[in-house]
């Protein structure tokens, strides 16, 4: 699976961003997207068949793994095999998601995205803050929030300084940036997990990079 996730992800995001409208750009612009899925794949070993009729492309590869994918009023639709498993990926200009039915892999960003239910209680998340992608691995308890706030970075590090350690996380390494491009990072440990708090400063807003995972 995580094979052809990797260059499931690039042409995805290549897609939306060309727009993969078939009248626009023509059979030059079709040209160009095939490569870039050929290139992609043949990175991971793979040789694949790329064909476009009426506003979709179908994908198939030597080995009998197959994906369809759908352009319409803007929006982005895909949706394959690899290994038994299907993995879906959907987009439109406000919003990217992508996941497998059991639930293995998750991304949501855009308009749509927010805390996943299943993240964990004891990893707060900044209050008021604009959450910009989420992504998750339950399997494995892994997640990452990357979200954006108006509060000054000393601030919110504070806030998860103080947060963190109230919830039994020991602080294993800190590091901070303040010349060019502010940055801090900070990370902690409890038992077999580990949280990794990143902040940095642009546009006048603090990004914030969550991630939390086992060891």
Known sequence: MK????????????????????????????????KAVES?????????????????????????????????????????????QEVKISADGDSFSMATPDGAFRAVSGKGAKVPDDFPKDVPVYAGAEILMATSMPGDEAFSIQAKTNDPMEKVGAFYKEKLAANGWAEQHTMSQTAGQPMQM???????????????????ATHLNLTTGKN
């Open 186 to 204: 900070i990370t902690y440990s409890k038992a077999d997990r580990m949280v990794m708090v990143m902040l940095t400063t642009e546009d006048e």
């Open 3 to 34: 094979r052809m996730l990797g260059w499931l992800v690039v042409l995805t995001f290549g897609a939306v961003v060309c727009g993969l409208q078939l009248g626009c750009g023509g059979r030059a612009q079709e040209k160009a997207i095939e």
């Open 40 to 84: 992609a794949a043949a990175k991971d070993g793979k040789k694949v068949d790329v064909d476009f009729r009426d506003g979709a492309m179908t994908i198939k590869t030597s080995d009998g793994e197959s994906m369809n994918i759908d352009t319409k009023a803007g929006k982005f639709s895909m949706k394959g095999t690899e290994e038994g």
